[in-house]
């Protein structure tokens, strides 16, 4: 049984807490909160507790009395620097740390803060869930979930860690982490801006009205991928998005929570990154550019 501390109170972080929890001891980190809060899940009106502990930020000094075997980064990718930091004082000499959002972003600035026997890696996953209330998950739906090392004594350790997150639903082990991450990049690209600023459902994206706008944008983005090594097609990526707003027609994308919330996005790592090495390579991406500037000055959705 592994400590495992899983950041960030959102669907996913808590989706992750209630199937871990059930063979590892599993610590909740929020940022908010007394720590006397208690969660839930739910699936098909069946509601049950999630048995993790719970810690704000304000009391991770607790978190020194433990031997952290696992930490999960299941917040936002403008969340992430400002929440290692929180954490990187309690974090073991062997610690395995993983990266858990939407969007890309340079791992360099993280790795360069890791000890020579800390392993990096990133886990996508397409669990489906939306939060009902503040402590209330609802899991809507059980997509792969995929780790991967992100350093090289990750991959040393990768077997041990898949037995820590073996709870997880549909999760595999995958040695192109990277163009894994960039083909979830392009879904999200594809989805989660479009349903913001119409405050659709997925399902409503399968409309001829917005195809033009969807191929245009992916098309950028998959030149852009080429151009840097990444090895994704055009009509692959097009497939992939329809086929999860098909399997995710009732659902909302987090960007859409987001802007109708009136909360901070995750433009800039997904068409906004799109952007920025597009500048880097000499490549114009206007269509691209031009949701990272709508998606900027939303205010609500509604």
């Known amino acids: 049984m592994a400590n495992i501390v899983i950041v960030g109170d959102g669907a996913i972080g808590l989706l992750y807490s209630h199937f871990l ?3 590892n001891q599993v610590t909740l980190v929020t940022r908010s909160g007394d720590g006397n809060k208690q969660y839930y899940y739910q699936q098909n009106q069946q509601q049950q507790i999630i048995t993790a502990a719970l810690l704000t930020t304000k009391q991770l000094a607790a978190l020194t009395n433990k031997t952290i075997d696992t930490v999960i ?11 290692f930091k929180q954490l990187t004082p309690y974090f073991s000499k062997q610690c395995n740390i993983v990266l858990s959002h939407n969007g890309l972003s340079d791992l360099a600035p993280l790795q360069r803060q890791l000890q020579n026997q800390q392993g990096l890696y990133f886990l996508t996953t397409r669990l489906a869930g939306y939060k009902a209330t503040p402590t209330t998950v609802v899991h809507t739906g059980n997509g792969a979930s995929v780790l991967g090392s992100c350093n090289a ?10 037995q820590q997150l073996g709870g997880l639903p549909n999760l595999s082990f995958s040695e192109q982490i990277t163009l894994l991450r960039w083909q979830k990049l392009l879904v999200n690209i594809a989805i989660n801006p479009l349903s913001a600023l119409y405050n659709v459902k997925n399902g409503a994206l399968t409309a001829p009205k917005y195809c033009g706008i969807i191929l245009n944008t992916l098309n950028e983005a998959c030149y852009v991928a080429n151009q840097l090594g990444i090895n994704v097609q055009l009509t692959t990526a097009l497939e992939s998005a329809y086929q999860v707003m098909s399997d995710t027609k009732d659902n909302y994308s987090s960007m859409q929570q987001d802007v109708l919330h009136n909360r901070t996005t995750e433009i ?3 068409c906004g990154y799109i952007c920025q090495q597009g500048k880097q390579l000499g490549i114009d991406t206007p269509h691209n550019q031009s949701f990272v500037d709508a998606i900027r000055h939303k205010k609500s959705a509604i």
Do not use: Y
């Open 21 to 23: 929890s059930a063979n």
């Open 73 to 83: 980064f299941a917040v936002k990718a403008h969340q992430v620097s400002d929440a």
């Open 153 to 162: 004594i990750a991959a040393t350790r990768s077997q041990k860690l898949m």
């Open 268 to 270: 800039d790592a997904m």
